[in-house]
T-cell receptor, first 115, second 111 residues
Framework: EPEVTQTPSHQVTQMGQEVILRCVPISNHLYFYWYRQILGQKVEFLVSFYNNEISEKSEIFDDQFSVERPDGSNFTLKIRSTKLEDSAMYFC?????????????FGPGTRLTVL | GESVGLHLPTLSVQEGDNSIINCAYSNSASDYFIWYKQESGKGPQFIIDIRSNMDKRQGQRVTVLLNKTVKHLSLQIAATQPGDSAVYFCAENPYGNKLVFGAGTILRVKS
């Protein structure tokens, strides 16, 4: 069964450093998402992406964040200068279509620890 | 039910019993609702969904009930098994792009 994959599974970085989290969405999916989950809290939407453009972003997704689809398979989330409060699980998701009633498939997540 | 901050509500059930997990959603305009299961160290996994024009939908061992009057969603798991132990999140999709997740409920199944 096709699945979303993410690398690395755990990333440790120093405050102020740049990190890039990588995702490979399901191959025939066209819509991509990033969510984050701070330990013990709910999953929060960050950004959605389609046709090489951001479709929507939350207030969390400030100028420190960017997303890119550098090639036909990868989808990345970059945090330019990490802060302690960026420590969280970051989940990538993809869906075949946009709009209601379209299931978003989630990857296993990358645990980001900012020291 | 709902929770605030870091303390998720926990439901403990005996193996073989039925489980009912509740969720209050926030947006009366939401048209689509999903239940996700999250096991430790993994991403959310789709369980079952329901559209706002329905009030009940059944899957394999799971049933979702929707009460739009009071903005309430519930997930019923029949004959709960140890493998059902996880955190369960409801999510609403008020419009195309994003999912809005609830706070989550921990389900513990005792053997």
């Amino acid at each position: 069964e096709p699945e979303v994959t993410q690398t690395p599974s755990h990333q440790v970085t120093q405050m102020g450093q740049e990190v890039i989290l990588r995702c490979v969405p399901i191959s025939n999916h066209l819509y991509f998402y990033w969510y984050r989950q701070i330990l013990g809290q709910k999953v929060e939407f960050l950004v959605s992406f389609y046709n090489n453009e951001i479709s929507e972003k939350s207030e969390i997704f400030d100028d420190q964040f960017s997303v890119e689809r550098p090639d036909g398979s990868n989808f990345t989330l970059k945090i330019r200068s990490t802060k302690l409060e960026d420590s969280a699980m970051y989940f990538c998701a993809s869906s075949e279509e946009l709009g209601l009633y379209n299931e978003q498939f989630f990857g296993p997540g990358t645990r980001l620890t900012v020291l | 039910g709902e929770s605030v901050g870091l303390h998720l509500p926990t439901l403990s059930v005996q193996e073989g019993d039925n489980s009912i997990i509740n969720c209050a959603y926030s947006n009366s305009a939401s048209d689509y609702f999903i239940w996700y299961k999250q096991e430790s160290g993994k991403g959310p996994q789709f369980i079952i969904d329901i559209r706002s024009n329905m009030d009940k939908r059944q899957g394999q061992r799971v049933t979702v009930l929707l009460n739009k009057t009071v903005k309430h969603l519930s997930l019923q798991i029949a004959a709960t098994q140890p493998g059902d132990s996880a955190v369960y999140f409801c999510a609403e999709n008020p419009y195309g792009n994003k999912l809005v997740f609830g706070a989550g409920t921990i389900l513990r199944v005792k053997s």
